[in-house]
């Protein structure tokens, strides 16, 4: 079952989101509790505003009092009373209610009667009793649209409560929704601005943040073992020059412990080297030697066959010497790979060049399929390293020839996509599965005699010249190998 891949943001755009929602986390807040500190100061300034009313109200009517001399309950004077009551709700803008101890309504400056907002005829117990306690209450309620408030008090004449006065207040629900609205429209441009600002700055500090990680990545990306890599120079004394001083002494380590690797491999490649030529030196030696020994024991001009052996002697010492003179023409050749001189050849001419080399071989057939018409086979090369490259490889191939009777090589030469395809084939033995992977390995032969250094050789002539080859084999039924060579373009 195939899942989804989930998106992990990079470095960056996590600080920076966490900036942004940190951001956008401390302006909700502050909205909130501006909000609720707005609406809190708006209650607080309306309950002060009625108090204050309330209590120029009370000073007015204890004036009025302090002029007359209360000898019965407030009932007697409520004709008297009544227009300065009236006079007080016209200044003051406010309707007046006054009650008895008992709760009972008096009088009221308010005309309209049946309007429950500000006139009742009697105080709900509850708050009777509150105001048993408190001298002085104030009832919040809402009604339709409009949020009330009714304070409570007590008029005094020294230490005896003669009556209360009620003052019922309205505050448009409609009017603080409006002024909270307007309020909000100005603090959510101001947000805004701040959010946009904010952002950009998150932005900002978040590619400061991570651009000594990128430059880190970036050296690491160009690190090099075979060249001195540039030091990263940090100047502020942070968590980051930690960073960066482990990385330059990293460094330091890396290009010692370079240096020490490439010696021990040159080391170990002319070691190698050295044990291959005096393995391969000592395989012609061995039989030169028992041929000198037997022909010293031997040795006698007057025998009638002496001539004879003499000769045959002679013989074998050229054939060791010839092998050993190959062997280190071979090793000679593959320590040397000169730098390859490119001019504009044919490769067909070269192959057909190679190909005649070695049509006289005995009992084995030669053929080459060209498919490219005309000087489509033209390129840019070295061709002195493309003969010895085609020539290992059809050698090669007759090697692999052990039953002559029937031996084919085929050399088959195509165009494709701008490039060419050599395929040299024959119907040999082919290549054992596990000898496979070490075809192009130096000093590496199937072989029983020879240095092992032809294929190492070709690949490597090959690939300077921009190509690439490979094989396939099967075994009991042959090898191909195929060289891939770019051609000049039109």
Not at 284 to 292: A, G, I, N
Not at 315 to 331: G, P, R
């Amino acid at each position: 079952m195939a899942f989804k891949k989930i998106y992990k943001p990079s470095l960056r755009t996590r600080i920076y989101l966490s900036m942004l929602a940190l951001i956008l986390l401390s302006l909700i807040v502050i909205g909130v509790t501006t909000i609720v500190y707005f609406k809190n100061k708006n209650d607080l300034y309306h309950n002060k505003r009625v108090e204050r009313q309330e209590t120029r109200i009370i000073q007015s009517i204890q004036y009025f009092l302090d002029d007359i001399e209360l000898e019965e309950d407030l009932d007697v004077y409520i004709k008297d009373f009544e227009d300065k009551i009236k006079e007080l709700a016209d200044v003051n803008n406010i309707d007046i209610n006054i009650f008895n101890n008992r709760g009972e309504i008096l009088m009221s400056s308010t005309l309209d009667m049946s309007d429950e907002r500000f006139y009742t005829k009697k105080i709900k117990p509850g708050i009777l009793t509150k105001l048993e306690n408190e001298s002085h209450v104030i009832v919040q309620h809402d009604h339709e649209d409009q949020e009330l408030l009714s304070t409570f008090s007590y008029i005094m004449d020294g230490d005896k409560k003669i009556a209360i006065v009620n003052l019922p207040y309205s505050r448009s629900t409609a009017k603080n929704q409006r002024e909270l609205s307007e309020f909000l429209t100005a603090l959510l441009e101001v947000y805004v601005f701040l959010l946009v600002g904010a952002s950009v700055i998150a932005y900002l500090l978040s590619n400061y943040i991570t651009k000594s990680i990128r430059v880190i990545a970036m050296k690491m990306k160009e690190t090099k073992l075979n060249k001195r890599n540039e030091r990263i120079e940090w100047k502020n004394n942070d968590e980051i020059k930690v960073l960066v001083d482990e990385y330059n002494g990293m460094m330091e380590q890396l290009e010692d412990s370079a240096v020490k690797l490439a010696r021990s491999e040159r080391e170990s490649a002319w070691r190698e080297m050295a044990k291959q030529v005096a393995h391969e030196i000592k395989n012609p030696l061995t039989p030169m030697k028992l041929s000198v020994q037997h022909l010293q024991r031997s040795f006698d001009p007057s025998e009638e066959d002496f001539q004879e052996r003499l000769d045959k002697f002679a013989a074998k010492m050229v054939t060791q010497i010839d092998a050993l003179t190959s062997i280190a023409d071979e090793f000679s050749n593959f320590a040397q790979m000169p730098k390859s001189h490119l001019a504009e050849l044919d490769l067909a001419v070269v192959l057909n060049d190679c190909i005649e080399l070695f049509n006289e071989t005995e009992e084995v057939t030669i053929q080459f399929s060209n498919q490219i018409s005309g000087t489509g086979g033209t390129m840019q090369g070295d061709a002195k390293q493309l003969i010895r490259v085609f020539n290992n490889l059809i050698k090669n191939g007759i090697q692999s020839i052990d039953d002559a009777d029937g031996g084919k090589v085929t050399v088959f030469m195509n165009a494709i996509g701008g490039k060419v395809l050599i395929q040299i084939k024959d119907n040999g033995e082919g290549i054992p599965e596990d000898m496979v992977d070490r075809i192009f390995v130096p000093n590496f032969t199937t072989k029983s005699s020879g240095s092992g250094l032809g294929l190492a050789m070709v690949k490597s002539i090959v690939e300077q010249h921009g190509g690439r080859i490979w094989f396939e084999s099967e075994v009991g039924e042959g090898t191909s190998f195929f060289v891939e060579l770019k051609l000049d373009k039109d």
